[in-house]
């Protein structure tokens, strides 16, 4: 079936330089795309979201970057901290607002350097 | 903030038993949804309630059965174990009324099975 699914499974970055996660998915339907950040031992938790009616969205530390034509999503985190360590997933829904299911893509775990 | 919260956080079962795990959504969310996620996998969707009724469902297997009560938590029942229902499960909740029904996770449930 359709999915969303990440390029790199690991990204190392020295603190304080800006790091680019990326994420592709294939359903053409899904409207509504979220960064989710997970720490070891808890849950997911909301970083920033995207309606498919917008290329860009940002905000603090983050931005997140829609291209619609070739079905990518990317998360940029500038100025990355130790604290930004953890894996990251994007999601998406087929509709904002509904309480349909999300469907998560490979995370990537993003590695911060002192 | 309340957060949503899961019981019990640990679980340990033998192969063919059953198990129900909790779920306590944030106060005055109407919305709850169950993920699964093995090792080093994504969150895989299981089945989400709107106002106690089934509103969409995933890749929950047919030993698994889920329900929402009249306080809006919700119990999943978990019965045949099987060595691969080890996993974390996640529990998450969201508010109609919200702008963007964001999902917010719980800590969950990390289920052992022998």
């Known amino acids: 079936g359709e999915s969303v699914g990440l390029h790199l499974p690991t990204l190392s970055v020295q603190e304080g330089d800006n790091s680019i996660i990326n994420c592709a998915y294939s359903n053409s339907a899904s409207d509504y795309f979220i960064w989710y950040k997970q720490e070891s031992g808890k849950g997911p938790q909301f970083i920033i979201d995207i309606r498919s009616n917008m290329d860009k969205r940002q905000g603090q530390r983050v931005t997140v970057l829609l291209n619609k034509t070739v079905k990518h999503l990317s998360l940029q985190i500038a100025a990355t901290q130790p604290g930004d360590s953890a894996v990251y997933f994007c999601?998406?829904?087929?509709?904002?607002?509904?309480?349909?299911?999300?469907?998560f893509g490979k995370g990537t775990h993003l590695i911060i350097q002192p | 903030a309340a957060g949503v919260i899961q019981s019990p956080r640990h679980l340990i079962k033998e192969k063919r038993e059953t198990a129900t795990l909790k779920c306590y959504p944030i106060?005055?969310?109407?919305?709850v949804y169950w993920y699964q996620q093995g090792p080093g996998q994504d969150p895989q969707f299981l089945i989400s309630?709107?106002?106690?009724?089934?509103?969409d469902k995933g890749s929950i297997p047919d030993r698994f059965s889920a329900q929402q009560f009249s306080d809006y938590h919700s119990e999943l029942n978990m019965s045949s174990l099987e060595l691969g229902d080890s996993a974390l499960y996640f529990c998450a909740s969201s508010s109609r009324e919200a702008l963007n029904n964001e999902q917010f996770f719980g800590p969950g449930t990390r289920l052992t099975v022998l």
């Open positions: 999601a998406e829904n087929i509709r904002r607002g509904g309480a349909d299911g999300l469907t």
């Open positions: 309630f709107y106002e106690k009724m089934q509103s």
């Open positions: 106060p005055r969310h109407d919305t």
